[in-house]
Nanobody
Framework: QVTLVESGGGLVQAGGSLRLSCAASGRTFGSLTMGWFRQAPGKEREFVAAISWNGGGTYYADSVKGRFTMSRDNAKNTVYLQMNSLKPEDTGVYYC?????????????????WGQGTQVTVSS
């Protein structure tokens, strides 16, 4: 079992930055593939970013490439999502997710564990 707790959301103006954190407990963190997904009001949850178990690979949705950076600190059992140049369309609830297998990083259905989410609101 893995428990994920997100933090760092908030209200920011367009063009600003936020850093989300996701702290994990339970199963050995270093073996997990981690992902971030988001859900805007009235829309389906969508893939944002993912990072491989050792941080050697990062993957991003086209809509956030060049603006968001995902990283992990296995010593702290934590992943981060640095979000720069935020746009109003980045608004939504951001969820941290984890899974034990590799590949299919953008497939929501392959993730076994989910956090409760943290709200990000970008004003224009």
């Amino acid at each position: 079992q893995v428990t994920l707790v997100e933090s760092g959301g908030g209200l920011v103006q367009a063009g600003g930055s936020l850093r989300l954190s996701c702290a994990a407990s339970g199963r050995t963190f270093g073996s997990l593939t981690m992902g971030w997904f988001r859900q805007a009001p009235g829309k389906e949850r969508e893939f944002v970013a993912a990072i491989s178990w050792n941080g050697g690979g990062t993957y991003y949705a086209d809509s956030v490439k060049g603006r968001f950076t995902m990283s992990r600190d296995n010593a702290k059992n934590t992943v981060y999502l640095q979000m720069n140049s935020l746009k109003p369309e980045d608004t939504g609830v951001y969820y941290c997710a984890a899974k034990g297998d590799r590949g299919r990083y953008n497939y929501m259905s392959t993730y076994n564990y989910w956090g409760q989410g943290t709200q990000v609101t970008v004003s224009s």
